[in-house]
């Protein structure tokens, strides 16, 4: 074992977050491509980017530059005014995802986080129904797995007990379906609802990818009773999955798609895009944020789009992923601790042989070993190991990160921590 390790001093003095963050502290102090370095100097490829945020690596002096010029010229305006950068940025975003919605969008409400994206997309598909058919058609439908944020809007349609049940009673009126279940779904659905939330490949519940059925029987039942058909892609979208929106890769026509992590490259931005049956029904002052569409994370996002537009980078990124798949199969065969592969693009899920009971263990061993051959890994659901490179990863550098987890794995194997093939 070499000597990557815990920031021990730092817990020592006392860490100023909160119990809910991970006590094991790793302090980072600067990124290059897509490696991380810790204060000791030691170096981390990073499969994991900041939680599928880091898309276009560390470092960046490009961004750097953008960000400077524009915080020289205008840091802020409040939203009582427009902005060039947000509105450029705004422009874009409607442009590219006019063939993806039912209808093309009109407008994009810019927050600063994926769940600030989805409260507005709640309140937008609330405001929608109340007015276009009157009270009644309230209720919102989520999936089981799914995640779409921390405050009490988005965590009301984020089905796991764990990050939900201190905070009951929730929204009322809220209904779980299982996910890809296409007869539960024709079941549910009625115009009672204000809006359905689902994710296209379930980024924190374990990478299940939505079946071409499915897709097909939401936009299908959606349009019928005029239920919102929102796509939270704040971890799917701009590229992640190897098209600019995972909703592309399906018959899957939602009325509303968010978007964050990667937007703005690490500053915090989201977006809300609304086509116009929604738009026309906003009265002034009924939706807000104060920081949100800000001049300096606009003309960042400015640039991350104009990089993963280029024709050549979603290429790249497709071809990544067909490379990923081929380091994923060979790691499977012949490894009994590895029960499936999952996810789409550049955001792949492996699943572990574990039972439920002992998956945290197992899961934090596996992350804490990686760590200690100099590799940052994340978790998804319960049971799975989460791989979301920064797009802008090489072949030879994915390669690195699999086969270091291809050799953990091997290793955990020989000491008995999975499932099958041995017992403890
Ligand atoms: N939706 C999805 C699909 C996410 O993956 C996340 C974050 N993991 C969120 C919403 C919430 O984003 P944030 O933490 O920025 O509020």
């Known amino acids: 074992m070499n000597d990557y390790s815990i920031d021990h001093a730092a817990i ?3 860490v100023p977050y909160p119990r809910n963050y991970n006590s094991e502290l790793l302090t980072f102090a600067r990124g290059k491509g897509v490696y991380l370095y810790d204060t000791a100097g030691r170096r981390y490829l990073d499969l994991g980017s900041g939680i599928a945020v880091n898309a276009l690596g560390y470092g960046r002096r490009d961004l750097a530059r953008t960000a400077a010029r524009q915080m020289r010229r205008l840091i802020h305006v409040s939203n009582l005014f427009a902005n060039e950068p947000a509105l450029r940025v705004g ?7 006019a063939g993806v919605m039912r209808e093309p969008p009109v407008a994009v409400h810019f927050g600063n986080s994926g769940s600030e994206a989805n409260e ?15 009270a009644g058609h309230h209720k919102f439908l989520c999936f089981e797995n799914g995640f779409h944020g921390r405050t009490i809007g988005a965590l009301a349609v984020t089905p796991n007990p764990k990050y939900r049940d201190p905070f009951l009673p929730l929204l009322p009126d809220i209904t779980v379906c299982p996910y890809n279940d296409v007869s539960a779904l024709e079941r549910i659905v009625s115009d009672e609802y204000a809006a359905v939330i689902v994710e296209v490949v379930q980024g924190e519940g374990g990478l299940r990818v939505m079946t071409p059925e499915f897709a097909a029987a939401l936009s299908r039942l959606c349009a019928q009773h005029d239920v919102l058909l929102i796509a939270d892609e704040v971890q799917t979208g701009l590229g992640r999955t ?3 929106y995972a909703s592309q890769q ?3 026509k939602p009325d509303i798609i968010t978007l964050s992590k990667p937007l703005a490259a ?3 931005l989201s977006a809300t895009l609304i086509p116009d049956r929604v738009n026309r029904l906003l009265n002034l002052g009924e939706h807000g944020s104060t920081f949100g569409g800000g001049p300096v994370t606009t003309a960042v996002a400015e640039q991350v789009l104009a990089t993963i537009e280029a024709p050549r980078f979603l290429m790249q990124v497709q071809q990544r992923a067909r490379e990923l798949d081929t380091l994923l199969d060979s790691l499977q065969s012949g490894r009994h601790s590895v029960t499936g592969v999952h996810g789409l693009g550049l955001l792949r899920g492996v699943e572990l042989a574990v039972d439920t009971e002992r998956a945290a263990t197992v899961l934090s061993t596996v992350l804490e070993r990686m760590r200690a051959a100099g590799v940052l890994i994340l978790r998804s659901g319960t049971n799975v190991v989460r791989i979301a490179p920064p797009l802008t990863i090489t072949a030879a550098e994915l390669e ?6 291809d050799r953990e794995l091997r290793q955990l194997e020989s000491e008995n921590w999975f499932e099958t093939g041995g017992t403890e």
């Open 12 to 14: 020592a003095r006392g």
């Open 91 to 97: 422009e874009r975003l409607l442009r590219t995802a």
């Open 120 to 134: 507005a997309a709640l309140k937008y598909a609330r405001l929608y129904a109340l007015r276009s058919r009157g």
């Open 242 to 244: 190897g098209t600019l």
């Open 250 to 252: 399906r018959e899957f």
């Open 266 to 268: 690490g500053l915090p």
């Open 400 to 405: 690195r990160g699999v086969t270091a987890l």
